[in-house]
């Protein structure tokens, strides 16, 4: 398991990461009509690097994540802007109960990897969506086990078309892929490596 608290502080150091986010934000734009309306939930935030370029385009947005230490950082960052649409919550749907909010839009960036049982936080995102509700998720797509090394047991990416059969299964319609970037990696040899990653888009049945 990664310690993400002990990440939180030099997270948006990293320029990958921001571009990685921007390059999110845009495509989720482009595939889904946003508007003020809309309440969101940012799950798995970590620093906000997602919701703050899409803060203005949406109504409200809850932001939870389970590591204290990326909340600590995020709430910081609220508050420098003096952004007024954003709640930020400390949670970890895989073993709390779900709440009882609902939201129009779910995203979740760089997180399904992380969470052993991918059809039950499926489960859970569809059961917090509002009918017709959408769902994002960006992740990296099939990969050996290189990208975290192979001593942290993570998902190694995900297989689109199975990714596309869970979503199915667990009620989701609508059901699209989309390349958004690639993340460069150096290899132990001294070369470089590409990881491409996906966007989903899917709405609630
Ligand atoms: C790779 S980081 C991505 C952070 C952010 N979405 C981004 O794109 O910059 C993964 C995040 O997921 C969070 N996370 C991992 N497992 C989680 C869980 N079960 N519930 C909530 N958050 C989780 C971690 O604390 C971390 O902040």
């Not at 309440?39 to 949406?58: H, I, N």
């Amino acid at each position: 398991m990664i310690d993400f608290d002990s990440k939180a502080r030099l997270w948006d150091g990293n320029p990958v990461f921001q571009d990685r986010a921007n390059k999110i934000a845009a495509a989720m734009q482009a595939a889904i009509p946003l508007n003020t309306n809309m309440r969101a939930l940012d799950y798995g935030c970590g620093t906000g690097m997602l919701s703050f370029p899409l803060k203005d385009a949406l109504g409200h947005i809850t932001l939870k994540d389970s590591s204290a230490g990326m909340l600590e950082v995020l709430r910081e960052k609220i508050a420098a802007l003096g952004v007024s649409n954003m709640t930020v919550r400390q949670a970890d749907l895989s073993s709390q109960p779900l709440p009882e909010e609902r939201y129009d839009l779910i995203y979740t960036s760089m997180v399904l990897h992380h969470i052993p049982d991918t059809a039950a936080i499926l489960a859970a995102f569809r059961a917090l969506l509002n009918p017709g509700g959408r769902l994002c998720v960006a992740d990296l797509d099939q990969e050996d086990g290189s990208f975290h090394g192979i001593e942290v047991d993570v998902h190694h990416g995900f297989a689109r078309e199975e990714l596309a059969r869970l979503a199915t299964a667990a009620g989701f319609a609508d059901i699209d892929f989309s390349t958004v970037f690639e993340i460069i990696k150096d290899t132990p040899e001294g070369g470089t490596r590409g990881f491409p990653a996906f966007l989903m888009v899917a709405r609630k049945r």
